[in-house]
């Protein structure tokens, strides 16, 4: 079973960047496709962005296209979310996910996520 820690999330303000981590152990990490989730106060989970084991492939919600990008970096058993242009709608407590399924190259946020981890809060207010 995968662990995921999430780390990086704190108080900005508006406008400006913030990087999240998510380190994973205990599976190989690299054949597993990787999402980020967020919840607001008072609101439901939803759907960031997700990436391919590989990286080739990226999904992201239309509310943070063009403003957060995805990465990984398998060597070291991480999973990046940069955040610029932070709005203080995107204040929430983020979470990695990590998917069931080996290998897959199609991404949507309804993928079977068997892993989770216990989220970073990020406030965005001035």
């Known amino acids: 079973q995968v662990q995921l820690v999430e780390s990086g999330g704190g108080l900005v303000q508006p406008g400006d960047s913030l990087r999240l981590s998510c380190a994973a152990s205990?599976?190989?990490?690299?054949?597993?496709?990787m999402g980020w989730f967020r919840q607001a106060p008072g609101k439901g989970r939803e759907f960031v962005a997700a990436i391919s084991g590989s990286g080739r492939n990226k999904y992201y919600d239309d509310s943070v296209k063009g403003r957060f990008t995805i990465s990984r970096d398998n060597a070291k058993n991480m999973l990046y979310l940069q955040m610029n242009s932070l709005k203080p709608e995107d204040t929430a407590v983020y979470y990695c996910a990590a998917d069931s399924v080996p290998y897959r190259d199609i991404l949507t946020p309804s993928i079977p996520w068997d892993a989770w981890g216990q989220g970073t809060l990020v406030t965005v207010s001035s």
């Open positions: 205990g599976r190989t990490f690299s054949p597993y496709a």
